[in-house]
Nanobody, 122 residues
């Protein structure tokens, strides 16, 4: 079983910054993608950024140039640094990991964090 723990959300004024973190633990053999999604009230969950196993990142157009995805020095830890935040960035942010479990069959897993609230408001 794979567990994701997120932290770093909060209330920030427009133009401010926040950094979210996500730590994955458990029975992990390999990670294929790690990423962040968000869901605003009344809207569908949407992709913010995803990084593939070869290190390529794909950002949503709405966050390009403002958000940065990075890996931590601790294995299986990633960050989302959010700058120039706008009220429309307000949402619950979820970490997502796709990979293979460390078992006999290397079964696929699709793990989600519990979500962390980001509110951008003056």
């Amino acid at each position: 079983q794979v567990h994701l723990v997120e932290s770093g959300g909060g209330l920030v004024q427009p133009g401010g910054s926040l950094r979210l973190s996500c730590a994955a633990s458990g029975s992990i053999f390999a990670i294929n993608t790690m990423g962040w999604y968000r869901q605003a009230p009344g809207k569908q969950r949407e992709l913010v950024v995803v990084m593939t196993s070869d290190g390529r990142t794909n950002y949503a157009d709405s966050v390009k140039g403002r958000f940065t995805f990075s890996r931590g020095s601790v294995k299986n830890t990633v960050y989302l640094t959010m700058n120039s935040l706008k009220p429309e960035d307000t949402a619950v942010y979820y970490c997502n990991v796709l990979g293979n479990s460390d078992n006999l069959y290397k079964t696929d897993f699709d793990a989600w964090g519990q979500g962390t609230q980001v509110t951008v408001s003056s």
